[in-house]
């Protein structure tokens, strides 16, 4: 029963989610976690960060660890393939329409008018972490302490300006990771 239910609302969510990863994790959060509480917010925000940093599509990488930490590997494959399955579907249909008909005006303009709603929806992913973390503090001191503390306030800064400085991602991410390996060897929470 679990793996339909994570086929279903995976294949949910990809059905409605436009705009790659990003724009997928609120929708994610909003059915893993809000909904049917499989995973703490805590948790997410783990799977969300493993989800970065593992090469491939951060939708379907953040489907696939959070099926596995529901339902084990038979989760993983169902979450997976719901989260996959109605996109190939979708890509198929609209490729198609596209190379037909893309001349149109009226393709333009829906085009057009998905890169606003696109963005939106990032920016709802990262307005949804920072808002459930700080205003929900007081419910989850768990969480909250998992997602924001002074270590990881000076990992974030540092990445910024490694960012800002043109520093490859790459180099970030593990600077990163090895800096919060130290932080949790010499002032461990």
Known sequence: MIYWLLFFEFAKISLVCVGGGYASMPLIQAAVVDGYHWLSLSEFIDIFTISQ???GPIGINAATF???KIAG???AICATAGFVTPSIFLCIAL???????????AIRGILNGLRPAVMALIAAACVSFVL??????????EDF???FDIRGAVILIGALAAVRMKIGVIKVLLASGVAGLLFGLIMPS
């Open 53 to 55: 940093m593992t090469p």
């Open 66 to 68: 959070a099926g596995m």
């Open 73 to 75: 590997l038979g989760g």
């Open 95 to 105: 490729a198609k329409i596209i190379f037909k008909y893309g001349d149109l005006g």
């Open 132 to 141: 459930l973390a700080v205003w929900n503090a007081e419910k989850m001191p």
């Open 145 to 147: 302490s998992a997602t």
